[in-house]
């Protein structure tokens, strides 16, 4: 897996007003996560043998506590575009662990992610029990993984994944993959899918460094979430832009749309951050 491993960012110890927020936004944010966490679980249990792969509800509860999560961290969200209605999947620009809360909190989706996220302890979990499909992007099991993201596709659900691969420290684009993408060319589906390119720019809290919310390379999890926890409440947001769909008949193959994808999200990245 590819790592992006940018120049390093410093995390400052929190001071005394920080860790009040800390103490007061840690539990809540746990609490939060853990509870609907629960809660969506026993939901699947009455929802798994009426509707099988399909969910139908649990979606929204992961919305749900995505959006509150973000109010106790402090940041604000701005959308514009909305959602596709169509069947398909949606792509982004990866730049920190907090994308997650962000493009749950902002659509109803089910995110592609690399094997080893599976084991880590505490996201692992939250990811397998919102539908997360772990996927290891090595060659030799690409057809294997195209035929997961086709059978999801065909139950409904709407995926995202990250083409650059790798998170950044939220400043930049890098190149889209395109291996991904080559799952929406299936014959009797490529008529029907359409893949939206969401661009995802962070504006960090006065005074701290641009790439506050970025998290890259080998930035470990808990520093940076204590950062977040301790970060002043009037302080930094997100922009959230969904553009029109990009229809899949309308492009010759995989690396065409990719290209054309990252184009969409580059543009939509550098205007919110102008």
Same mark, same amino acid.
């Given at each position: 897996?590819?790592?992006?491993?940018?120049?390093?960012?410093?995390?400052?110890?929190?001071?005394?007003?920080?860790?009040?927020?800390?103490?007061?936004?840690?539990?809540?944010?746990?609490?939060?996560?853990?509870?609907?966490?629960?809660?969506?679980?026993?939901?699947?249990?009455?929802?798994?043998?009426?509707?099988?792969?399909?969910?139908?509800?649990?979606?929204?509860?992961?919305?749900?506590?995505?959006?509150?999560?973000?109010?106790?961290?402090?940041?604000?969200?701005?959308?514009?575009?909305?959602?596709?209605?169509?069947?398909?999947?949606?792509?982004?620009?990866?730049?920190?662990?907090?994308?997650?809360?962000?493009?749950?909190?902002?659509?109803?989706?089910?995110?592609?992610?690399?094997?080893?996220?599976?084991?880590?302890?505490?996201?692992?979990?939250?990811?397998?029990?919102?539908?997360?499909? /772990?996927?290891? =992007? $090595?060659?030799?099991? %690409? !057809? *294997?993984?195209?035929?997961?993201?086709?059978?999801?596709?065909? +139950? &409904?659900?709407?995926?995202?994944?990250?083409?650059?691969?790798?998170?950044?420290?939220?400043?930049?684009?890098?190149?889209?993959?395109?291996?991904?993408?080559?799952?929406?060319?299936?014959?009797?589906?490529?008529?029907?899918?359409?893949?939206?390119?969401?661009?995802?720019?962070?504006?960090?809290?006065?005074?701290?460094?641009?790439?506050?919310?970025?998290?890259?390379?080998?930035?470990?999890?808990?520093?940076?979430?204590?950062?977040?926890?301790?970060?002043?409440?009037?302080?930094?947001?997100?922009?959230?832009?969904?553009?029109?769909?990009?229809?899949?008949?309308? /492009?010759?193959? =995989? $690396?065409?749309?990719? %290209? !054309? *994808?990252?184009?969409?999200?580059?543009?939509?990245?550098?205007? +919110? &951050?102008?």
């Amino acid at each position: 897996m590819t790592t992006w491993t940018g120049a390093p960012m410093a995390l400052s110890r929190p001071t005394a007003l920080g860790w009040l927020r800390v103490a007061l936004r840690g539990p809540a944010l746990a609490l939060l996560v853990y509870g609907g966490l629960a809660l969506l679980l026993v939901v699947r249990v009455a929802e798994a043998p009426l509707f099988g792969a399909r969910r139908p509800v649990t979606p929204y509860l992961t919305q749900a506590v995505c959006r509150v999560a973000l109010a106790i961290l402090g940041v604000r969200l701005a959308v514009s575009g909305r959602p596709m209605d169509g069947p398909g999947a949606l792509v982004a620009n990866h730049g920190s662990w907090l994308d997650i809360f962000v493009l749950n909190a902002v659509a109803r989706v089910y995110f592609v992610s690399k094997s080893e996220v599976a084991g880590w302890p505490g996201i692992g979990w939250l990811a397998r029990a919102t539908g997360t499909v /772990f996927i290891t =992007r $090595k060659g030799v099991e %690409a !057809r *294997a993984q195209q035929d997961l993201f086709e059978a999801r596709l065909r +139950a &409904g659900h709407r995926l995202l994944f990250f083409p650059e691969g790798t998170s950044t420290d939220g400043m930049r684009i890098l190149p889209f993959k395109s291996t991904l993408f080559a799952a929406f060319f299936v014959q009797d589906l490529s008529e029907v899918l359409q893949v939206q390119p969401v661009s995802v720019s962070y504006r960090a809290p006065a005074g701290a460094d641009p790439r506050f919310y970025g998290w890259w390379g080998d930035m470990g999890f808990a520093p940076h979430l204590l950062a977040l926890l301790a970060a002043p409440r009037a302080g930094g947001s997100v922009a959230v832009t969904l553009h029109p769909p990009l229809a899949i008949r309308d /492009f010759a193959d =995989r $690396k065409a749309l990719a %290209a !054309r *994808a990252e184009e969409v999200v580059r543009a939509g990245h550098r205007i +919110a &951050g102008a």
